[in-house]
Protein backbone atom coordinates (compact mmCIF):
# COMPACT_ATOMS: atom_id res chain seq x y z
CA UNK A 1 0.00 0.00 0.00
CA UNK A 2 0.70 3.43 -0.12
CA UNK A 3 0.03 5.99 1.94
CA UNK A 4 -1.22 4.73 5.24
CA UNK A 5 -4.89 5.68 5.90
CA UNK A 6 -5.49 8.19 8.74
CA UNK A 7 -7.84 7.39 11.71
CA UNK A 8 -8.64 10.41 13.51
CA UNK A 9 -10.42 13.27 12.27
CA UNK A 10 -10.44 17.05 13.49
CA UNK A 11 -13.00 19.36 12.08
CA UNK A 12 -11.92 22.81 11.95
CA UNK A 13 -12.85 26.58 10.67
CA UNK A 14 -11.23 29.95 9.65
CA UNK A 15 -12.34 33.07 8.63
CA UNK A 16 -10.29 36.07 7.82
CA UNK A 17 -9.69 39.14 5.16
CA UNK A 18 -6.61 39.38 3.49
CA UNK A 19 -4.96 41.92 0.59
CA UNK A 20 -5.27 38.92 -1.71
CA UNK A 21 -7.60 36.05 -1.99
CA UNK A 22 -4.65 33.49 -1.30
CA UNK A 23 -3.35 35.64 1.78
CA UNK A 24 -6.92 35.70 3.11
CA UNK A 25 -7.21 31.80 2.65
CA UNK A 26 -4.00 31.90 4.14
CA UNK A 27 -5.00 33.50 7.51
CA UNK A 28 -8.24 31.76 7.71
CA UNK A 29 -5.89 28.55 7.65
CA UNK A 30 -3.65 29.93 10.59
CA UNK A 31 -6.86 30.92 12.41
CA UNK A 32 -8.29 27.29 11.51
CA UNK A 33 -4.54 25.77 12.94
CA UNK A 34 -3.20 24.26 9.97
CA UNK A 35 -1.78 27.32 8.81
CA UNK A 36 1.89 26.14 8.93
CA UNK A 37 1.07 22.58 7.15
CA UNK A 38 1.12 21.67 3.43
CA UNK A 39 -2.61 21.13 3.08
CA UNK A 40 -3.45 17.88 0.41
CA UNK A 41 -6.96 18.40 -0.19
CA UNK A 42 -8.82 14.73 -1.25
CA UNK A 43 -12.36 13.69 -2.21
CA UNK A 44 -13.78 12.53 1.34
CA UNK A 45 -13.86 10.04 3.25
CA UNK A 46 -13.94 8.98 6.54
CA UNK A 47 -11.80 6.01 7.18
CA UNK A 48 -13.43 3.51 9.47
CA UNK A 49 -13.27 3.86 12.88
CA UNK A 50 -11.64 7.07 12.75
CA UNK A 51 -11.45 8.63 16.06
CA UNK A 52 -12.45 12.80 16.50
CA UNK A 53 -9.50 14.57 18.21
CA UNK A 54 -9.25 18.05 18.65
CA UNK A 55 -6.58 19.99 16.37
CA UNK A 56 -4.98 21.77 19.33
CA UNK A 57 -4.07 18.26 20.29
CA UNK A 58 -2.22 17.52 17.73
CA UNK A 59 1.50 18.62 17.02
CA UNK A 60 1.71 18.63 12.82
CA UNK A 61 5.20 18.77 11.51
CA UNK A 62 5.98 22.09 10.52
CA UNK A 63 6.11 21.79 6.52
CA UNK A 64 4.33 18.26 6.72
CA UNK A 65 1.91 16.69 4.19
CA UNK A 66 -1.32 17.21 5.78
CA UNK A 67 -5.13 15.39 4.13
CA UNK A 68 -7.74 17.04 4.07
CA UNK A 69 -11.65 17.50 2.76
CA UNK A 70 -12.47 21.16 3.14
CA UNK A 71 -14.89 24.11 2.16
CA UNK A 72 -13.60 27.57 0.80
CA UNK A 73 -15.06 30.50 -0.73
CA UNK A 74 -13.42 33.66 -0.67
CA UNK A 75 -14.38 37.28 -2.49
CA UNK A 76 -13.85 40.91 -2.66
CA UNK A 77 -17.01 42.21 -2.83
CA UNK A 78 -18.06 44.85 0.34
CA UNK A 79 -20.68 43.41 2.60
CA UNK A 80 -21.36 40.15 0.62
CA UNK A 81 -21.78 37.52 3.32
CA UNK A 82 -19.96 34.02 2.44
CA UNK A 83 -20.37 30.40 4.23
CA UNK A 84 -18.48 27.67 3.85
CA UNK A 85 -19.09 24.49 6.03
CA UNK A 86 -18.08 21.06 6.59
CA UNK A 87 -20.53 17.50 7.48
CA UNK A 88 -19.18 14.28 8.66
CA UNK A 89 -21.64 11.14 8.74
CA UNK A 90 -20.73 8.32 11.35
CA UNK A 91 -22.18 5.08 10.33
CA UNK A 92 -23.53 2.68 13.06
CA UNK A 93 -21.22 0.13 11.50
CA UNK A 94 -17.82 1.09 12.73
CA UNK A 95 -16.04 -1.51 10.14
CA UNK A 96 -17.71 0.71 7.29
CA UNK A 97 -16.40 4.04 6.62
CA UNK A 98 -18.06 7.18 7.15
CA UNK A 99 -19.05 10.34 4.12
CA UNK A 100 -17.24 14.15 4.74
CA UNK A 101 -19.38 16.74 2.43
CA UNK A 102 -18.50 20.10 1.86
CA UNK A 103 -20.37 23.19 0.62
CA UNK A 104 -19.82 27.22 0.66
CA UNK A 105 -21.77 29.87 -0.86
CA UNK A 106 -23.01 33.50 -0.66
CA UNK A 107 -25.61 32.72 2.16
CA UNK A 108 -25.54 32.61 5.81
CA UNK A 109 -24.19 29.68 7.62
CA UNK A 110 -27.56 28.45 8.48
CA UNK A 111 -28.83 27.57 5.03
CA UNK A 112 -24.96 26.18 4.03
CA UNK A 113 -25.32 24.15 7.30
CA UNK A 114 -28.04 22.65 6.49
CA UNK A 115 -27.41 21.67 2.84
CA UNK A 116 -24.58 20.00 3.99
CA UNK A 117 -26.06 18.21 6.15
CA UNK A 118 -28.62 16.63 3.72
CA UNK A 119 -25.71 16.21 1.32
CA UNK A 120 -24.41 13.37 4.57
CA UNK A 121 -28.02 12.05 4.95
CA UNK A 122 -28.19 11.74 0.47
CA UNK A 123 -24.60 9.81 0.95
CA UNK A 124 -25.87 7.21 2.99
CA UNK A 125 -28.76 6.67 1.51
CA UNK A 126 -27.57 6.08 -1.97
CA UNK A 127 -24.90 3.56 -0.18
CA UNK A 128 -26.93 1.45 1.65
CA UNK A 129 -25.65 2.69 5.08
CA UNK A 130 -27.30 3.21 8.06
CA UNK A 131 -26.01 6.48 9.64
CA UNK A 132 -25.51 7.04 13.29
CA UNK A 133 -24.58 10.48 13.78
CA UNK A 134 -24.23 13.69 11.79
CA UNK A 135 -21.31 16.33 12.63
CA UNK A 136 -21.23 19.73 10.78
CA UNK A 137 -18.96 22.94 11.65
CA UNK A 138 -19.10 25.71 10.09
CA UNK A 139 -18.19 29.87 9.45
CA UNK A 140 -19.67 32.96 7.80
CA UNK A 141 -18.16 36.03 7.21
CA UNK A 142 -19.03 39.45 5.61
CA UNK A 143 -16.81 40.32 3.27
CA UNK A 144 -15.10 43.81 4.36
CA UNK A 145 -12.13 43.92 0.82
CA UNK A 146 -11.49 40.60 0.38
CA UNK A 147 -12.24 37.79 2.54
CA UNK A 148 -12.03 34.04 2.72
CA UNK A 149 -13.60 31.59 4.90
CA UNK A 150 -13.06 27.70 5.16
CA UNK A 151 -14.03 24.74 7.00
CA UNK A 152 -12.72 21.49 6.74
CA UNK A 153 -12.39 18.03 7.88
CA UNK A 154 -8.58 16.79 8.54
CA UNK A 155 -7.71 13.57 8.67
CA UNK A 156 -4.39 12.44 10.65
CA UNK A 157 -2.91 9.89 12.91
CA UNK A 158 -2.70 8.63 16.53
CA UNK B 1 12.02 9.00 -1.54
CA UNK B 2 8.74 10.02 -0.51
CA UNK B 3 5.49 7.75 -1.59
CA UNK B 4 6.00 4.37 -3.22
CA UNK B 5 5.94 5.11 -7.40
CA UNK B 6 2.19 3.04 -8.28
CA UNK B 7 2.99 0.43 -10.43
CA UNK B 8 -0.74 -0.54 -11.81
CA UNK B 9 -3.49 1.45 -13.55
CA UNK B 10 -7.16 1.25 -14.13
CA UNK B 11 -9.64 3.23 -16.19
CA UNK B 12 -13.03 3.22 -14.33
CA UNK B 13 -16.28 6.07 -15.49
CA UNK B 14 -19.26 6.88 -14.09
CA UNK B 15 -22.15 8.58 -14.19
CA UNK B 16 -25.26 10.20 -11.65
CA UNK B 17 -27.74 12.90 -11.33
CA UNK B 18 -27.50 13.85 -7.65
CA UNK B 19 -29.93 16.21 -5.40
CA UNK B 20 -26.24 18.28 -5.47
CA UNK B 21 -23.46 18.61 -8.17
CA UNK B 22 -21.10 17.09 -5.18
CA UNK B 23 -23.61 14.81 -4.86
CA UNK B 24 -23.87 13.76 -8.27
CA UNK B 25 -20.21 13.16 -8.35
CA UNK B 26 -19.89 11.09 -5.28
CA UNK B 27 -22.37 8.84 -6.55
CA UNK B 28 -20.37 9.06 -10.23
CA UNK B 29 -17.35 7.63 -8.34
CA UNK B 30 -19.50 5.17 -6.17
CA UNK B 31 -20.60 3.99 -9.80
CA UNK B 32 -16.42 4.10 -10.60
CA UNK B 33 -15.97 1.63 -7.85
CA UNK B 34 -13.56 4.05 -5.63
CA UNK B 35 -16.80 6.04 -4.03
CA UNK B 36 -15.44 5.07 -0.40
CA UNK B 37 -11.84 5.99 -0.95
CA UNK B 38 -10.17 9.21 -0.27
CA UNK B 39 -8.71 10.05 -4.13
CA UNK B 40 -6.01 12.67 -4.65
CA UNK B 41 -5.76 14.12 -8.47
CA UNK B 42 -2.72 14.56 -9.41
CA UNK B 43 -0.83 15.62 -13.41
CA UNK B 44 -1.16 12.64 -14.76
CA UNK B 45 2.15 10.07 -16.42
CA UNK B 46 1.61 6.56 -16.33
CA UNK B 47 4.72 5.27 -14.53
CA UNK B 48 7.15 2.99 -16.75
CA UNK B 49 5.43 -0.94 -17.18
CA UNK B 50 2.84 0.24 -15.06
CA UNK B 51 0.41 -3.26 -15.76
CA UNK B 52 -3.29 -2.50 -16.26
CA UNK B 53 -5.85 -3.98 -13.56
CA UNK B 54 -9.59 -4.00 -13.45
CA UNK B 55 -11.23 -2.23 -10.93
CA UNK B 56 -12.55 -4.90 -9.19
CA UNK B 57 -9.88 -7.13 -8.52
CA UNK B 58 -8.45 -4.36 -6.37
CA UNK B 59 -9.53 -4.01 -2.06
CA UNK B 60 -8.78 -0.64 -1.98
CA UNK B 61 -8.76 0.34 2.05
CA UNK B 62 -11.56 1.99 3.21
CA UNK B 63 -10.93 5.92 3.55
CA UNK B 64 -7.60 5.01 2.34
CA UNK B 65 -5.96 7.47 -0.02
CA UNK B 66 -5.82 6.82 -3.63
CA UNK B 67 -3.92 8.96 -6.50
CA UNK B 68 -5.27 9.18 -10.04
CA UNK B 69 -6.11 11.67 -12.79
CA UNK B 70 -9.60 11.81 -13.83
CA UNK B 71 -11.85 14.03 -16.11
CA UNK B 72 -15.38 15.62 -14.61
CA UNK B 73 -17.94 17.95 -15.52
CA UNK B 74 -21.08 18.22 -13.99
CA UNK B 75 -24.21 20.67 -14.55
CA UNK B 76 -27.96 21.45 -13.79
CA UNK B 77 -29.16 22.40 -16.90
CA UNK B 78 -31.71 19.83 -17.79
CA UNK B 79 -31.25 18.09 -21.25
CA UNK B 80 -27.58 19.17 -21.39
CA UNK B 81 -24.80 16.73 -23.01
CA UNK B 82 -22.15 16.45 -20.50
CA UNK B 83 -18.81 13.75 -21.27
CA UNK B 84 -15.64 13.10 -19.69
CA UNK B 85 -12.91 10.70 -20.91
CA UNK B 86 -9.57 9.53 -20.52
CA UNK B 87 -6.31 8.71 -22.64
CA UNK B 88 -3.73 6.49 -21.68
CA UNK B 89 -0.80 6.36 -24.14
CA UNK B 90 1.58 3.11 -23.78
CA UNK B 91 5.31 3.96 -24.87
CA UNK B 92 6.98 1.41 -27.20
CA UNK B 93 9.85 1.35 -24.91
CA UNK B 94 8.77 -0.03 -21.24
CA UNK B 95 11.19 1.82 -19.17
CA UNK B 96 10.21 4.97 -20.37
CA UNK B 97 7.08 6.55 -18.40
CA UNK B 98 3.51 6.83 -20.41
CA UNK B 99 1.54 10.21 -21.03
CA UNK B 100 -2.29 10.03 -19.24
CA UNK B 101 -4.40 12.59 -20.68
CA UNK B 102 -8.07 13.64 -19.29
CA UNK B 103 -10.70 16.03 -21.36
CA UNK B 104 -14.53 17.00 -20.94
CA UNK B 105 -17.23 18.93 -22.94
CA UNK B 106 -20.79 19.75 -23.45
CA UNK B 107 -20.21 17.33 -25.99
CA UNK B 108 -20.86 13.82 -27.22
CA UNK B 109 -18.13 11.24 -26.01
CA UNK B 110 -17.25 10.60 -29.42
CA UNK B 111 -15.87 13.94 -29.72
CA UNK B 112 -14.39 14.11 -26.48
CA UNK B 113 -12.64 10.63 -27.19
CA UNK B 114 -11.28 11.96 -30.46
CA UNK B 115 -9.84 14.82 -28.68
CA UNK B 116 -8.46 13.14 -25.57
CA UNK B 117 -7.20 10.33 -27.78
CA UNK B 118 -4.93 13.32 -30.15
CA UNK B 119 -4.19 14.69 -26.70
CA UNK B 120 -1.73 11.45 -25.97
CA UNK B 121 -0.59 11.54 -29.60
CA UNK B 122 0.90 15.11 -29.06
CA UNK B 123 1.83 14.71 -25.41
CA UNK B 124 4.63 11.70 -27.15
CA UNK B 125 5.22 13.46 -29.91
CA UNK B 126 6.86 16.79 -28.02
CA UNK B 127 8.74 14.55 -26.31
CA UNK B 128 10.03 11.99 -28.97
CA UNK B 129 8.86 9.24 -27.24
CA UNK B 130 7.58 6.27 -29.32
CA UNK B 131 4.06 5.74 -28.94
CA UNK B 132 3.19 1.71 -28.90
CA UNK B 133 -0.87 1.91 -28.13
CA UNK B 134 -4.03 4.14 -27.09
CA UNK B 135 -6.47 2.92 -24.56
CA UNK B 136 -8.91 5.78 -23.52
CA UNK B 137 -12.46 4.93 -21.77
CA UNK B 138 -15.24 7.53 -21.14
CA UNK B 139 -18.45 8.36 -20.66
CA UNK B 140 -21.69 10.44 -21.70
CA UNK B 141 -24.77 11.48 -19.78
CA UNK B 142 -28.15 13.53 -20.19
CA UNK B 143 -28.14 15.81 -17.56
CA UNK B 144 -31.85 15.60 -16.13
CA UNK B 145 -31.82 17.94 -12.86
CA UNK B 146 -28.11 17.78 -12.08
CA UNK B 147 -25.68 15.42 -13.38
CA UNK B 148 -21.99 14.41 -13.13
CA UNK B 149 -19.70 12.15 -15.18
CA UNK B 150 -16.25 10.88 -14.12
CA UNK B 151 -13.70 9.02 -15.91
CA UNK B 152 -10.06 8.30 -14.42
CA UNK B 153 -6.99 6.22 -14.30
CA UNK B 154 -7.00 4.96 -10.92
CA UNK B 155 -3.08 4.39 -9.63
CA UNK B 156 -1.98 1.36 -8.00
CA UNK B 157 -0.05 -1.31 -6.07
CA UNK B 158 0.49 -4.77 -6.81
CA UNK C 1 2.96 10.40 10.42
CA UNK C 2 1.61 9.75 6.80
CA UNK C 3 4.59 10.89 4.74
CA UNK C 4 7.92 11.90 5.07
CA UNK C 5 8.42 16.05 5.16
CA UNK C 6 10.42 17.11 2.59
CA UNK C 7 13.54 19.30 3.10
CA UNK C 8 14.39 20.72 -0.08
CA UNK C 9 13.36 22.73 -2.81
CA UNK C 10 13.69 24.13 -6.18
CA UNK C 11 12.06 26.80 -7.96
CA UNK C 12 11.28 26.29 -11.71
CA UNK C 13 8.70 27.69 -14.44
CA UNK C 14 7.73 26.76 -17.78
CA UNK C 15 6.13 28.50 -20.97
CA UNK C 16 4.43 26.82 -23.81
CA UNK C 17 2.17 26.93 -26.40
CA UNK C 18 -0.22 23.61 -27.09
CA UNK C 19 -2.92 22.26 -28.69
CA UNK C 20 -5.28 22.08 -26.47
CA UNK C 21 -4.95 23.83 -22.58
CA UNK C 22 -3.76 20.45 -21.12
CA UNK C 23 -1.35 20.04 -23.85
CA UNK C 24 -0.04 23.76 -23.64
CA UNK C 25 0.31 22.77 -19.53
CA UNK C 26 1.86 19.44 -20.07
CA UNK C 27 4.44 20.99 -22.29
CA UNK C 28 5.15 23.66 -19.33
CA UNK C 29 5.69 21.09 -17.11
CA UNK C 30 8.32 19.72 -19.21
CA UNK C 31 9.94 22.72 -19.75
CA UNK C 32 10.26 23.13 -15.71
CA UNK C 33 12.03 19.87 -15.39
CA UNK C 34 8.97 18.23 -13.71
CA UNK C 35 6.70 16.47 -16.95
CA UNK C 36 7.53 13.41 -16.36
CA UNK C 37 6.48 13.47 -12.95
CA UNK C 38 2.77 13.19 -11.23
CA UNK C 39 2.72 16.34 -9.20
CA UNK C 40 0.74 16.81 -6.10
CA UNK C 41 -0.35 20.17 -5.63
CA UNK C 42 -0.63 21.65 -2.10
CA UNK C 43 -1.08 24.53 0.14
CA UNK C 44 2.11 26.10 0.36
CA UNK C 45 4.42 25.96 3.44
CA UNK C 46 8.71 25.67 3.34
CA UNK C 47 9.44 22.93 5.91
CA UNK C 48 11.86 24.09 8.33
CA UNK C 49 15.69 24.72 7.49
CA UNK C 50 14.51 23.25 3.49
CA UNK C 51 17.74 23.61 1.47
CA UNK C 52 17.23 24.92 -2.09
CA UNK C 53 18.90 22.86 -4.97
CA UNK C 54 18.61 22.98 -8.79
CA UNK C 55 15.80 20.73 -9.92
CA UNK C 56 18.41 19.70 -12.87
CA UNK C 57 20.07 17.33 -9.80
CA UNK C 58 17.15 15.49 -8.53
CA UNK C 59 16.97 12.47 -10.61
CA UNK C 60 12.85 12.38 -9.53
CA UNK C 61 11.50 8.47 -10.17
CA UNK C 62 9.25 9.12 -13.61
CA UNK C 63 6.01 8.68 -12.82
CA UNK C 64 6.53 9.02 -9.05
CA UNK C 65 4.08 11.28 -6.90
CA UNK C 66 5.86 14.91 -6.67
CA UNK C 67 4.49 17.66 -3.80
CA UNK C 68 4.70 20.99 -5.00
CA UNK C 69 3.08 24.64 -4.67
CA UNK C 70 2.54 26.26 -8.19
CA UNK C 71 0.56 28.78 -10.04
CA UNK C 72 -0.44 28.73 -13.40
CA UNK C 73 -2.93 30.52 -16.53
CA UNK C 74 -3.64 29.35 -19.46
CA UNK C 75 -6.08 30.77 -21.88
CA UNK C 76 -6.22 30.92 -26.05
CA UNK C 77 -6.72 34.89 -27.06
CA UNK C 78 -3.96 35.57 -29.33
CA UNK C 79 -2.12 38.46 -28.21
CA UNK C 80 -3.33 38.10 -24.34
CA UNK C 81 0.00 38.44 -21.81
CA UNK C 82 -0.11 35.55 -19.16
CA UNK C 83 2.28 35.26 -15.96
CA UNK C 84 3.19 33.17 -13.67
CA UNK C 85 5.21 33.80 -10.16
CA UNK C 86 6.03 31.65 -7.04
CA UNK C 87 7.89 33.61 -4.20
CA UNK C 88 9.14 31.73 -1.12
CA UNK C 89 9.90 33.26 1.87
CA UNK C 90 12.86 32.09 4.37
CA UNK C 91 12.67 32.93 8.36
CA UNK C 92 15.60 33.92 10.09
CA UNK C 93 14.53 31.35 12.66
CA UNK C 94 15.23 28.16 10.49
CA UNK C 95 13.41 26.45 12.99
CA UNK C 96 10.34 27.56 11.67
CA UNK C 97 8.83 27.36 8.54
CA UNK C 98 8.47 29.37 5.86
CA UNK C 99 5.87 30.24 3.62
CA UNK C 100 5.21 30.10 -0.62
CA UNK C 101 2.95 32.26 -2.46
CA UNK C 102 1.75 31.86 -5.92
CA UNK C 103 0.16 34.06 -8.40
CA UNK C 104 -1.22 34.29 -11.81
CA UNK C 105 -2.35 37.09 -14.25
CA UNK C 106 -3.19 38.47 -17.14
CA UNK C 107 -0.36 40.76 -16.71
CA UNK C 108 3.41 41.41 -17.39
CA UNK C 109 5.77 39.44 -15.29
CA UNK C 110 6.85 42.72 -13.37
CA UNK C 111 3.67 43.40 -11.58
CA UNK C 112 2.73 39.66 -11.29
CA UNK C 113 6.27 39.21 -9.44
CA UNK C 114 5.69 42.47 -7.29
CA UNK C 115 2.46 41.29 -6.22
CA UNK C 116 3.68 37.52 -4.82
CA UNK C 117 6.33 38.85 -3.20
CA UNK C 118 4.09 41.32 -1.53
CA UNK C 119 1.95 38.22 -0.44
CA UNK C 120 4.91 36.83 1.25
CA UNK C 121 5.21 39.79 3.24
CA UNK C 122 1.88 39.79 4.23
CA UNK C 123 2.12 36.14 5.20
CA UNK C 124 5.33 36.33 7.55
CA UNK C 125 3.89 40.09 8.99
CA UNK C 126 0.54 38.27 10.16
CA UNK C 127 2.50 34.83 11.61
CA UNK C 128 4.56 37.74 13.47
CA UNK C 129 7.50 35.73 12.08
CA UNK C 130 10.81 37.48 10.71
CA UNK C 131 11.71 37.60 7.39
CA UNK C 132 15.19 36.79 6.11
CA UNK C 133 15.01 36.59 2.88
CA UNK C 134 12.59 36.40 -0.63
CA UNK C 135 13.12 34.32 -3.38
CA UNK C 136 11.13 34.90 -6.50
CA UNK C 137 10.70 33.13 -9.86
CA UNK C 138 8.45 33.69 -13.00
CA UNK C 139 7.66 33.72 -16.45
CA UNK C 140 5.40 35.64 -18.98
CA UNK C 141 4.12 34.61 -21.96
CA UNK C 142 2.66 36.23 -25.15
CA UNK C 143 -0.16 33.93 -26.25
CA UNK C 144 0.03 33.23 -29.87
CA UNK C 145 -2.59 30.65 -30.20
CA UNK C 146 -2.88 28.28 -27.04
CA UNK C 147 -0.23 29.03 -24.11
CA UNK C 148 0.04 28.13 -20.40
CA UNK C 149 2.21 29.70 -18.49
CA UNK C 150 3.57 27.88 -14.74
CA UNK C 151 6.07 28.43 -11.81
CA UNK C 152 6.32 26.28 -8.85
CA UNK C 153 8.89 25.43 -5.79
CA UNK C 154 9.16 21.92 -6.20
CA UNK C 155 9.65 20.13 -2.67
CA UNK C 156 11.69 17.03 -2.57
CA UNK C 157 14.35 15.11 -0.47
CA UNK C 158 17.83 14.44 -0.18
Not at 23 to 40: I, R, S, W, Y
Not at 57 to 64: A, E, L, T, V, Y
Not at 103 to 108: G, I
Request: with cysteine.
Amino acid sequence: MMVKTPNTYSLVRGASEGRTRLNAFDKALLQAGVGDTNLMRMSSILPPAAEEVSVDSIQFPKGGLVPLAYATIDGNTPGRLISAAIAVGIPEDDREPGVIMEFEDHANLDNVEEIVRQMVVDGFEYRNRKLKEIKSFGIEHKIETCGAVFAAAVLWYK
